[in-house]
């Protein structure tokens, strides 16, 4: 196949998963990565012009197990999806396209295999000064008085050296701002971005000490802090200081989000290159034969805030979701790197979890109403039915009345015995109308079953308090 091709029509009419372009993973970096930008450019150009779909995530998966032909998708999030379809479609129509793309996936899904025992123990999480940016610089008061892009630095900081006291601790310089009951990140972001309800803050987010894998040339990746296989890249905030020491007062404000990254050439190209042929090919996995991703994914919308470190932010430091396989993560221990220790668990299935999402909150309840419209339905049929076969029959439908023993014999005295007093005649005429009896325990005078007029569970009832039950 060429080294990328890219799809014309963008259709969610069916799925609220798309295929934007497939690439072969064995081409040139720099090729794939200029495919994977057009790719982007063109996802973000269908959003902006869809008011409904800001939500979205990009999934970069292979086809098949070779791993050599990979699809780039478009996952838009499935309650929008399923809200659009009813500006179009009816209402059963909208369950029949639903129904079928989640049973498609379910069909497909395979569950990967339990993880085995890991020969390490992962490395426990710190806590961390979650405002560390805020510690360290004066926010700006205004875009007149000073250039928000450029924030001076906290007046009256302090730095303090802490080789001084401990020697053997990877942290150079602590901040007198900081709680006192939290670890100072090393690797921070200072960039000022616009706020959801207040004045411009700081990125703040950071990179947990114990979590870095991989700093190079203006990326950083990181572990999760779950023990799974997957890890996260990141712009370096500190771009240029790369496993170097990051001077003090140094304002780290290397800052991309995700919008910047899906069509940036620079990063795709590296993610490609280094990230994958040189560092997990090569070092980590020694020229193996498998690739050692099985899924590369980015994140917008309601998706990508639910990560954030700041709720209140209007955009947020952006980082690649790579699922590694379990191969890869065996090879990181025996490298002995100790931030991906323990991470054998499975990541996150985002195609069921979308599945499970749509289902809890739209799809589950229409079909179970549409379910219980369906045997009222049914109930409605079986009743015209039964009316249809009386009918046929020549059955009147039974109508109830109770009389006492005296009415009763009164009724059968004015209207079915004869001059003669022929009582087997005035029987016969009785149960030619369809009336006969069934207690024969309580009957008086005749016994009615001998003269062959009646048998036990016949439609005449007298009960123990002299009344008689009539269906006639």
């Known amino acids: 196949m060429t080294s990328y091709a890219i799809f014309d029509n963008i259709n969610l009419e069916k799925k609220p998963i798309v295929e934007i372009g497939t690439f072969n993973i064995k081409c040139p970096p720099k090729t794939i990565a200029e495919g994977l930008v057009k790719m982007g450019t063109k996802c973000l150009d269908f959003i902006e012009q869809s008011v409904a779909f800001n939500t979205f995530r990009i999934e970069i998966t292979p086809v098949n197990d070779q791993k050599l032909e990979w699809v780039y998708n478009l996952q838009v999030q499935t309650t929008t999806w399923f ?50 940016a805020d510690c360290n610089f004066e926010h700006p008061i205004s875009e007149i008085d000073q250039d928000w ?152 919308g309601i998706w990508k805030a639910a990560e954030a470190k700041d709720k209140r932010a209007k955009e947020f430091h952006g980082h690649l979701h790579v699922h590694l396989t379990r191969s890869a993560i065996d090879r990181f221990e025996i490298n002995e790197v100790d931030a991906m220790y323990g991470k054998i668990g499975i990541p996150k299935q985002y195609s069921i979890q979308d599945c499970e999402e749509l289902e809890s909150k739209y799809l589950l309840n229409l079909e179970i ?7 009222r339905d049914v109930r409605d049929y079986l009743g015209e039915l039964n009316e249809k076969m009386d009918h046929i029959l020549g059955l009147k439908p039974p109508s109830i009345t109770t009389m006492s023993m005296e009415q009763f014999l009164q009724k059968l005295d004015d209207f079915y015995y004869d001059r003669n007093n022929n009582f087997m005649s005035y029987l016969n005429s009785f149960q030619e109308h369809g009336i006969s009896v069934v207690d024969i ?25 002299s009344k008689i039950v009539c269906t006639s």
């Open 441 to 465: 325990d309580y009957l008086k005078e005749k016994d009615w079953i001998e003269l062959g007029v009646v048998k036990i569970g016949d439609r005449i009832i007298m009960t123990r308090e």
């Open 369 to 375: 109403n549409r379910l219980q419209q369906d045997m």
């Open 149 to 300: 892009r450029n924030p001076r630095p906290k007046k009256n900081t302090y730095l303090i050296c802490f080789h001084e006291q401990n020697p053997n601790s990877d942290k150079c310089y602590i901040s007198v701002h900081c709680p006192s009951n939290v670890d100072q990140p090393i690797i921070f972001c200072a960039k000022s971005l616009p706020q959801m309800n207040r004045t411009n803050h700081f990125c703040n987010w950071y990179a947990e000490n114990e979590r870095i894998v991989l700093e190079n040339n203006g990326w950083i990746v990181l572990s999760q802090q779950d023990d799974v296989r997957e890890v996260l890249i990141c712009p370096h905030p500190a771009i240029g200081y790369e496993n170097d020491t990051i001077p003090p007062n140094y304002q780290q404000i290397n800052h991309k989000n995700n919008r910047e990254l899906i069509k940036d050439f620079t990063f795709w190209n590296w993610v490609l290159e280094y990230f994958l042929n040189t560092y997990l090919t090569k070092e980590i996995c020694e020229d193996s034969k498998q690739c050692p991703i099985e899924l590369l994914a980015l994140n917008f």
């Open 83 to 132: 809200e659009h379809l009813c500006q179009n479609f009816s209402k059963n129509e909208i369950m029949e396209i639903a129904r079928s793309y989640v049973n498609s996936v379910r069909d497909s899904y395979s569950p990967p295999p339990p993880p085995r025992k890991s020969e390490k123990i992962s490395v426990p999480s710190n806590k961390y000064c979650e405002h560390h």
